[in-house]
């Protein structure tokens, strides 16, 4: 029986990723796998990746990158927590960070290989490292934060199916994240899926809190109960 590989393990809901989801006929459909406390991930470029002549466009570099991350910090966190893959449901990861170093061209004709290692878990937020090698030459490096999406009950989990927001009143919440100010509307009363969003912003390094009457007020913390 073949190996499963750790999107094969993505509970349907979000096993429609473009680069990782096993649902998605027109992505990438990445297999990432364990190999000791590495995973690792092979990947055959097709003929419409193009970029210069013989050679991938630089984004799919960074996509495949940003994909096997995300199943990376997903395994990792589930390992680190004792879980076995196949028992309980894989949390999901969303993309905090990604930065890619070109180092060399990628041959289009050429199996693409990528190795990961786990630098850091800390709570929700997992980094990785990826070293990109084509044709025995290493390519490029990339580096990601990701950040396990919590449930509704501020604890990461499975994410719960959509269902549309009630109507209501707006209200207006400056996030500020990086040095950005991100404006997010949300109703008054909030529901899981704005929670989830504000909570992963918390998550990436600024916090938050929605001020009373639902008036435009500045970021400052968020208590997900």
């Known amino acids: 029986m073949p190996q499963k590989s750790i999107q094969d393990y993505y509970p349907d809901d979000y096993a429609i990723c473009y680069g990782c989801g096993r649902l998605n006929k027109d992505g990438h459909q990445i297999k990432s796998y364990w ?34 991350a995300a199943g990376t910090a997903a395994a990792a966190l589930h390992r680190e927590e004792g879980k076995e893959l196949g028992v309980e ?3 999901r990861f969303v993309t905090a960070s990604l930065h890619v170093d070109y180092l060399a061209p990628v041959r289009i004709d050429q199996e693409i290989l990528m190795r990961a290692t786990i630098d850091e ?11 990109l090698i084509s044709n025995d030459t290493l390519c490029a490096k990339g580096k990601v ?19 549309p927001a009630r109507p ?4 207006l919440v400056q996030v500020v ?12 009363e909030l529901t899981p899926a704005h929670r989830r969003v ?28």
């Open 168 to 171: 209501g009143p707006l209200a």
């Open 145 to 163: 934060v990701a950040v396990q999406i919590p449930d509704a009950r501020g604890r990461g989990g499975p994410l719960e199916p959509h269902r």
């Open 121 to 131: 878990i800390k709570g929700r937020k997992v980094v990785v490292s990826i070293d």
């Open 35 to 68: 190999d000791g406390d590495e995973t690792v991930c092979r990947y055959q470029p097709e003929p419409f990746h193009t970029g210069a002549q013989n050679f991938v466009y630089g984004g799919l570099v960074a996509s495949l990158i940003d994909c096997h």
């Open 177 to 188: 994240v990086a040095l950005l100010d991100v404006r997010v509307q949300v109703p008054d």
């Open 198 to 225: 504000l909570a992963v912003a918390a998550a990436a390094g600024e916090v938050a809190r929605i001020g009373e009457q639902g008036r435009a007020v500045r970021v400052e913390r968020l208590d997900v109960v």
């Open 89 to 91: 449901p894989l949390s």
